[in-house]
């Protein structure tokens, strides 16, 4: 298996009910929900209709997944780290991850907005630590700070 330092995907199967799944190149596989996008976002309107969500494929390399007819893509980075939170098993994480991908937020750039090092964002994100409740707050803080400018 191919090492990964960034999310890239083998393969990409839509399942029922706004699913995709996922097989990373280091073997990793997860299933990542997109219903709540697929409803809650305008740009991915198209993707209500069971067919052409089925129509999903790999471009880049593996670096998106794309619905070409529509000029609908998602990076893999924001799928890989959807999948993250989708699974993790504290919901701390889960909602830290979930800060990250809904602000488009790399590893640098997560680190410099709440003050952390990107060591500890990653950290976190892997769950290697548990994410500390104040960490939340200041992410849902920077959050609100954000949507009002």
């Given at each position: 298996?191919?090492?990964?330092?960034?999310?890239?995907?083998?393969?990409?199967?839509?399942?029922?009910?706004?699913?995709?799944?996922?097989?990373?190149?280091?073997?990793?596989?997860?299933?990542?929900?997109?219903?709540?996008?697929?409803?809650?976002?305008?740009?991915?309107?198209?993707?209500?209709?069971?067919?052409?969500?089925?129509?999903?494929?790999?471009?880049?390399?593996?670096?998106?997944?794309?619905?070409p007819a529509f000029d609908?893509?998602?990076?893999?980075?924001?799928?890989?780290?959807?999948?993250?939170?989708?699974?993790?098993?504290?919901?701390?994480?889960?909602?830290?991850?979930?800060?990250?991908?809904?602000?488009?937020?790399?590893?640098?750039?997560?680190?410099?907005?709440?003050?952390?090092?990107?060591?500890?964002?990653?950290?976190?994100?892997?769950?290697?630590?548990?994410?500390?409740?104040?960490?939340?707050?200041?992410?849902?803080?920077?959050?609100?700070?954000?949507?009002?400018?």
């Amino acid at each position: 298996m191919a090492s990964m330092k960034r999310p890239r995907l083998a393969t990409v199967t839509a399942l029922p009910g706004f699913i995709l799944s996922l097989c990373f190149i280091d073997g990793s596989r997860y299933n990542v929900s997109l219903a709540e996008d697929v409803v809650k976002l305008p740009g991915l309107k198209p993707l209500q209709d069971d067919d052409i969500f089925a129509g999903v494929v790999i471009a880049d390399g593996g670096w998106v997944v794309e619905w070409p007819a529509f000029d609908i893509q998602i990076g893999t980075d924001t799928l890989w780290l959807d999948a993250q939170a989708q699974t993790a098993k504290d919901p701390a994480t889960r909602e830290f991850l979930a800060w990250r991908s809904r602000n488009g937020l790399s590893l640098s750039l997560a680190a410099s907005a709440i003050g952390l090092t990107t060591r500890t964002v990653s950290a976190y994100g892997t769950g290697k630590r548990p994410v500390p409740r104040y960490i939340v707050l200041a992410c849902k803080g920077w959050e609100a700070e954000h949507q009002h400018r």
